[in-house]
C-alpha cells in the first residue's frame, strides 16, 4: 500500500465532494464520507487524513461513496466552485 497515494486521494475527494451543489446530494458524504472537520475545508495536505481513512475496507468504502455522489450530482446541480457552476446535468 502506498499511504501517501491514499492520503492524497482522500483530500481530493474531500475537496470535491465539498464542491457539490446539491446540499441533499452533499449530505451523503458527510454520513458516509470524511467525517466534518476532519481534513480542513480546502485543504489538500496529506498529511492532515487519518490513517483510518487509508485503510483497505474504508479507502474502498470512500471511493464508492464518492463515485455515487459524483453521479448524484451530475444529474442534480453539478459542481459549484469559485462562482462557477457546472452546466452539464
Same mark, same amino acid.
Given at each position: 500500500?502506498?499511504?501517501?497515494t491514499?492520503k492524497?486521494m482522500? *483530500? $481530493?475527494?474531500?475537496? %470535491?465532494?465539498r464542491?457539490?451543489? +446539491?446540499? /441533499?446530494v ?7 464520507? *470524511? $467525517?466534518?472537520?476532519d %481534513?480542513?475545508?480546502?485543504?489538500? +495536505?496529506? /498529511?492532515?487524513?487519518d ?24 444529474r442534480?446541480?453539478?459542481l459549484?466552485?469559485d ?7
Amino acid at each position: 500500500m502506498k499511504e501517501i497515494t491514499r492520503k492524497k486521494m482522500v *483530500v $481530493a475527494m474531500e475537496f %470535491i465532494a465539498r464542491q457539490i451543489n +446539491d446540499e /441533499e446530494v452533499f449530505e451523503g458524504w458527510l454520513m458516509n464520507g *470524511v $467525517a466534518d472537520g476532519d %481534513i480542513k475545508y480546502g485543504s489538500l +495536505d496529506p /498529511e492532515e487524513v487519518d490513517d483510518y481513512y487509508i485503510e483497505d475496507d474504508t479507502f474502498r468504502d470512500l471511493m464508492d461513496c464518492f463515485l455515487r455522489l459524483m453521479a448524484r450530482a451530475k444529474r442534480s446541480g453539478g459542481l459549484y466552485c469559485d462562482k462557477i457552476v457546472t452546466t452539464e446535468g
